[in-house]
């Protein structure tokens, strides 16, 4: 059985950092394409990061700069550092693994941030 598990959300002042894990099982994510996404309420989900590899990334226009995903082969576990935090910033985030870059097969139950003052 495939899971993953994300956590590391919560509330957070604007400016402020959050890093989010997703701890995977069932997979290796060494063989998977991992990505992240943030959902709002009555909103599109949005694809925020993936990774390929440790090198092969991709990030939304929205978070250049701000957010970092990497990954840990020994923990089967995939992170989201976000740094400078703003209120836009404010949505579930769901962690997804796929087969190909542009597939997600298996997803997270999501954990919430909120970016307010």
């Given at each position: 059985q495939v899971q993953l598990v994300e956590s590391g959300g919560g509330l957070v002042q604007p400016?402020?950092?959050l890093t989010l894990s997703c701890a995977a099982?069932?997979?290796l994510i060494r063989g998977y394409v991992m990505s992240w996404y943030r959902q709002?309420?009555?909103k599109q989900r949005e694809l925020v990061a993936r990774s390929a590899t440790s090198s092969v990334l991709w990030?939304?226009?929205s978070v250049k700069?701000?957010?970092t995903i990497s990954r840990d082969n020994e923990k089967n576990a995939v992170f989201l550092q976000m740094n400078s935090l703003r209120s836009e910033d404010t949505?579930?985030?769901y962690c997804g693994a796929g087969s190909e870059w542009?597939?997600?097969n298996y997803w997270g139950q999501g954990t919430q941030v909120t970016v307010s003052s």
């Amino acid at each position: 059985q495939v899971q993953l598990v994300e956590s590391g959300g919560g509330l957070v002042q604007p400016g402020g950092s959050l890093t989010l894990s997703c701890a995977a099982s069932g997979i290796l994510i060494r063989g998977y394409v991992m990505s992240w996404y943030r959902q709002e309420p009555g909103k599109q989900r949005e694809l925020v990061a993936r990774s390929a590899t440790s090198s092969v990334l991709w990030y939304a226009d929205s978070v250049k700069g701000r957010f970092t995903i990497s990954r840990d082969n020994e923990k089967n576990a995939v992170f989201l550092q976000m740094n400078s935090l703003r209120s836009e910033d404010t949505a579930a985030y769901y962690c997804g693994a796929g087969s190909e870059w542009d597939s997600t097969n298996y997803w997270g139950q999501g954990t919430q941030v909120t970016v307010s003052s």
